[in-house]
């Protein structure tokens, strides 16, 4: 019984690492947003259901360009 609930603590512990690596990832989009790139354009990780992605011209590494549908 001991042993199951050791993995069961690994795997809570995984779950938080995860969780915080996500938001502080959230966190990162919210400082790159002031980064604008082609005609109007915002760099984002991913672009929004509402935007296309022009391409990752101006925009820092792993991040591409979107700008809104008009």
Same mark, same amino acid.
């Given at each position: 019984? $001991? *042993? ?7 795997? =809570? ?6 969780? =915080?690596? =996500?938001?502080?990832?959230?966190? *990162?989009?919210? *400082? ?9 354009? =915002?760099? $984002?990780? +991913? ?9 990752? +011209?101006?925009?820092?590494? $792993? ?5 809104? $549908?008009?």
């Amino acid at each position: 019984a $001991r *042993d199951a609930m050791s993995s069961n603590m690994r795997a =809570l512990g995984l779950i938080i690492v995860t969780l =915080l690596l =996500l938001t502080a990832g959230e966190a *990162d989009d919210i *400082d790159v947003q002031g980064w604008t790139c082609g005609y109007r354009g =915002l760099c $984002r990780k +991913h672009c929004y259901a509402q935007e296309y992605m022009i391409g990752y +011209h101006g925009c820092p590494r $792993r991040y591409r360009c979107c700008a809104l $549908r008009f």
